[in-house]
């Protein structure tokens, strides 16, 4: 069972369908929701983008601001009270990347809404969701920005290539998975390998769920020739009817800034289901 689920606030047309999908799985785990809100915050009244900030301005702007703050809150409370879950609100001071990954370690899972390139400032970029995925140090469960978002774990597909990333995701669901009906574990162009070794990795994986009470792992394979590891992961999901992808995320800091793996970035463009990452 999950005890704290994190949830991103913000002034993006998705927050409150974010906060009402975050506060139904809390309230499915009796666990606590914490509010983070985390937007872009303007620079001081120096230079903004070429042209002096009067004092006035950066009232305003510091004003505004204030009033988000308060506004988030108030959202965060009022679907808090629907729900009947226990809520506690969470805010900062820097980048909203920073922000968010500081509160979320002190979470069970991070709960953010797919970047929309057509959402205006910094908080939607996807250079934003690669900071936090690769930084938190906790899973982050990404919700899609179209589509209805019901139950979230009933039907779970997770991507296993044996790395470390894979391997980390499959332990981090645990609480989600333990509440699970079924399980669909996805190998997409595996090595070939003897039969004597399959048999041993096939009843390893048995092994590890049975001892952390997971649904018995229903096992296939696809071939990304033509199509790409990305879509043959979504149709995978489509085909089972499947309402989570668990995949670990890939990627790397360069230059201080987050680069994501193929794949990963493609299920970041293009996820049709809610898919929790993990790195």
Known sequence: MLGRIAVHLDQDRGCKRRVRAAAQLAAEHDAELVGVHASFR????YLY???????DINQMLRRRQAEERTQSEALLREIAGETGVAAQWRTGDGRPEDILCEHA????????????????GPAQLPAQAASVLLGAGRPVLMLPSVGEIGSIGRRVLFCWDERREAARALADAGPMLQEASELFVLRVDPPAEPGDAARARHADLLAYCAGRQYPIPQETTRDSAGVGIGNCI??????????????????????????????TRTMLESMTVPVLFSH
Do not use: K, W
Not at 49 to 54: D, M, S
């Open 42 to 45: 303007r620079p001081p009244p």
């Open 49 to 55: 983008e070429g042209f002096f900030v009067t004092d």
């Open 234 to 263: 979504l149709n995978t999901a489509a085909d089972n009817a499947c309402d989570l992808i668990v995949m670990g995320a890939y990627g790397h800091s360069r230059l201080q800034q987050a680069v994501l793996g193929g794949t």
């Open 105 to 120: 370690r002190y979470c069970d899972v991070l709960v953010m809404g797919q970047p929309d390139d057509s959402e205006p």
